[in-house]
Nanobody, 116 residues
Framework: VQLVESGGGLVQAGGSLRLSCAAS????????MGWYRQTPGNQRELVAV????????NYADSVKGRFIISRDNAKNTLYLQMNSLKPEDTAVYYC??????????WGQGTQVTVSS
């Protein structure tokens, strides 16, 4: 499985961005996908996850009500709509996929910077 993120960038506080993650390879084996983020000197933290079939979602408390995770299985693409962005959302965002066959995969990361 290969994951390629896009959509990061610089935005002012209160603005919006949409991240995309295109999956390729053995995508039929993926059961969960999600987004994590990481800032310098800190561990990678969960932002949001979604299951492949039922579309069940889970969010970090810090982004609930502002971020929306979704996936288009026909396009093998994961999305993260980020609204009402805050400076503390600044981080490198990583796409994540859990495969029942081959374990965990990560994308290369995309930088999101929110200016105050």
């Amino acid at each position: 499985v290969q994951l390629v993120e896009s959509g990061g960038g610089l935005v002012q506080a209160g603005g919006s961005l949409r991240l995309s993650c295109a999956a390729s390879g053995s995508t039929s084996s993926i059961v969960v996908m999600g987004w994590y983020r990481q800032t310098p000197g800190n561990q990678r933290e969960l932002v949001a996850v979604i299951t492949s079939g039922g579309g069940r979602t889970n969010y970090a408390d810090s982004v609930k009500g502002r971020f929306i995770i979704s996936r288009d299985n026909a396009k093998n693409t994961l999305y993260l709509q980020m609204n009402s962005l805050k400076p503390e959302d600044t981080a490198v965002y990583y796409c994540y996929a859990l495969s029942v066959i081959a374990g965990t995969y990560w994308g290369q990361g995309t930088q999101v910077t929110v200016s105050s």
